[in-house]
């Protein structure tokens, strides 16, 4: 079966540009995260969902990061008026059980590039 | 709130030595500990996870890391190491509710012929 798939994989925006990254979770998956992952450093948590409801985006760094996943599946990351500090790999990840402990599955990320 | 520590950087090794990959965590509650791999140009993969049992945990590629809870560590070891095994590794631990991951900094594997 395919795995956790994102696109684009590779996205070069203009400082102000908003942005749209998508992620395709394992089918069936329940849990679905985000993270950025800066250049050297390890990935930092942004936001999750369960299924369609957002149960938390402590980590979201501004009111210009926004996703949904309206239908409890593919899910969208949305960065508004882009600056040169959200250029970074972004990362998403699923996974099948909704308790603590349970393997996440990630995909191969969306390199933003903030000019 | 959790923290995870990874004590070194980089760490340069010979083919056919052993390595240690050090890593330290910080939580007040109950925690579930993983190694994740990162290959150059690829995702994370899942190395290895400590959930419950017994505190010696393998991978099927020879890795191993033992959770040592009165030292709160998850050492990650291998006593061969091959070049293939050059990536970057991530210790994580889970946190409550939801089970977001925590992750440290990162260690360079960079294995030498």
């Known amino acids: 079966g395919a795995g956790v798939s994102q696109s684009p994989r590779y996205k070069v925006a203009k400082r102000g540009q908003d942005v749209a990254l998508r992620c395709d979770p394992i089918?069936?998956?329940?849990?679905l995260f985000w993270y950025q992952q800066a250049l050297g450093q390890g990935p930092e948590f942004l936001t999750y969902?369960?299924?369609?409801?957002?149960?938390?985006k402590s980590g979201l760094p501004s009111d210009r990061f926004f996703a949904e996943r309206p239908e409890g599946s593919v899910s969208t990351l949305k960065i508004q008026r882009t600056q040169q500090e959200d250029s970074a790999v972004y990362l998403c990840?699923?996974?099948?059980?909704?308790?603590?402990?349970?393997?996440?599955?990630f995909g191969p990320g969306t390199r933003l590039t903030v000019t | 709130a959790q923290s995870v520590t990874q004590l070194d950087s980089q760490v340069p090794v010979f083919e056919e030595a052993p390595v240690e990959l050090r890593c330290n965590y910080s939580?007040?509650?109950?925690?579930?500990l993983f190694w994740y791999v990162q290959y150059p140009n690829q995702g994370l993969q899942l190395l290895l996870k400590?959930?419950?049992?017994?505190?010696l945990v393998e991978s099927i590629n020879g890795f191993e890391a033992e959770f040592n809870k009165s030292q709160t560590s998850f050492h990650l070891r291998k006593p061969s190491v091959h070049i293939s095994d050059t990536a970057e590794y991530f210790c994580?631990?889970?946190?409550?509710?939801?089970?977001?991951?925590?992750f440290g900094q990162g260690t360079e594997l960079s294995v030498k012929p």
């Open positions: 969902f369960q299924n369609e409801a957002q149960l938390d």
């Open positions: 089918s069936g998956h329940v849990s």
């Open positions: 990840a699923s996974s099948l059980a909704q308790r603590q402990g349970a393997q996440q599955y």
């Open positions: 400590y959930l419950s049992g017994s505190t």
């Open positions: 939580s007040s509650v109950s925690v579930y």
């Open positions: 994580a631990v889970t946190t409550l509710p939801g089970g977001k991951l925590i």
